[in-house]
Structure formats: C-alpha cells, structure tokens
C-alpha cells in the first residue's frame, strides 16, 4: 500500500508539475505570438538606396543650360555651380507619386542660394522643397496656390552653414506634405482644397531631381521608400 500510495504521489506531483508548467509557458507563447504578429501587422520600414556615391547610375545630369559639371566621388555627388541652375534627374524605373519618402543629406559649399531644391511628383504634380533659397535662408515649396516659397503658407526663415551637411526628409501622401530639415519638422501643408505646382525653371526636373542654384552643393545618401499604413492618414511627430 505504501509502494501504490507513494506512486499515486508521485504521478499527481508530476502531473501538477506539468499543469504549472503549461499554465506559465502558455502565456509566454502566447505573447511571443501576440507580438510576432503586431510585427508582421506594422509593415516596417524598409528604406531603397537612390545613389550609390560611386556613380550616377540611374541619375543623369539636367541640362538646363549652363549648368555647372556634375562629379561623384568618396560617397558624395558634388553639383558644381553653373550660370543658375545645376542638378541631377532620376532615370531609374518608375517610383510612386504617392505616399512615399525621400531623405538625403545636403550641404552648402559655397554660394548664397539653395543648396537643395527637390523636385518630386504629388500624384499627377510636380512640386519643389526648396532648402536656402531667395538669398539662402527661405525653407519651403514651390508653388502652393501659384505662390512661391518665399511668400506662401509654407516658407520659414533658417540659417545654414556652409559645409556642414543637414538631413533632409520630404514625406508625400494623399493629402499632405511634410518635410523635415534633421529633427525639425519645417513643412506641415495639408492638401485639402490647395493646388501644388512647379517653377517653370524647373520644368526639366521632373519628376524627381536635386539642385542648386548659383550655388555649389554637396549630395548624398539619397534614399526612398514607401509609406506604411498607419503613416498614410496618421499625422506624424515632429521627430519621427
């Protein structure tokens, strides 16, 4: 009897042990399920390298005529300053006209325009992100309504230093268009019932280009991507 009840004992200790480990190894599986599927939910961030820094493939130069020489070298494409206008013009595949992300880093080096002017498609437009233009210090986009950077909704007064590079970041979406210049959110322009549109000068650049005006620049690790989808109607963060 003591044999039987000490085996009784010792299958229900067992069978206790096993009851308290599924009841904590339970949860904990599913947790890791909980947060392997937020994962794949959340359509994570997956940036497209535009310019390799060693060429120009699938870039060219813009003629707009008496543009300034284009030259690639040690990661950075530096546009050369011409009589006005100097810049390069994407001639990959195709890429979306909407709810995307462009982000480079650009520098003034010498000069007292823009330094960084983007040209970029919003759905069947075109407009510009313009960064130290009107004498080298007006942030903003070119056209809203008709009117130019330096007198719409969107225009904001910085100064930049010369070779000292800052990351730039032009969001697009359905109905909005934010920009940021580093962390500093410095367009916040929302599309509704507003009309976007492009300098005449810049007609050349569509529908994706870089450029400087009267000035030399320095350019690189121009990357792409698409929006996911709590970014295509979420407003976002100053910072994000």
């Known amino acids: 009897m003591l044999q039987i009840g000490s085996a009784r004992r ?8 096993a009851l308290c480990g599924l009841g904590w190894t339970a949860p904990s599986l599913a947790a890791e399920e909980t947060k392997t599927d937020a994962a794949t939910k959340s359509d994570p961030v ?5 310019l390799d820094g060693k060429t120009l493939n699938n870039w060219s130069s813009i003629d707009f005529g008496g543009q300034g020489e284009v030259e690639v070298k040690d990661g950075e494409v530096t546009l050369k300053q011409g009589s006005e206008l100097t810049g390069i013009q994407w001639k990959g595949e195709p890429l979306p006209k909407l709810n995307y992300e462009i982000s480079l ?6 000069g007292s325009d823009f330094f960084c002017g983007i040209v970029f498609p919003v759905k069947d437009e075109f407009c510009s992100f313009v960064v130290g233009g009107w004498g080298g210090g007006v942030v903003g986009l070119s056209s809203v309504d008709g009117v130019y950077a330096a ?7 910085h100064t930049f230093k010369d ?5 730039i970041r032009l969001r697009v979406g359905a109905n909005f268009i934010h920009a940021w210049i580093d ?3 410095v367009v916040d322009l929302d599309l509704t019932n507003r009309k976007v549109s492009l300098h005449p ?3 050349l650049a569509k529908p ?24 295509r109607v979420a407003k976002p963060k100053s910072n994000q």
């Open 183 to 185: 962390d500093k959110q």
């Open 10 to 17: 010792v299958a229900a200790a067992t069978a206790l042990a």
């Open 105 to 110: 880093e650009a520098k003034r080096i010498d």
């Open 151 to 157: 007198e719409n909704d969107t225009a904001s007064f």
């Open 201 to 203: 000068a810049m007609f």
């Open 46 to 50: 997956k940036w497209r390298p535009l």
């Open 208 to 231: 994706l280009a870089i450029s400087c005006f009267s000035t030399v620049a320095g350019v690189r690790d121009v990357k792409f991507r698409e929006l996911t989808e709590a970014e």
């Open 163 to 167: 070779d000292q590079w800052y990351r």
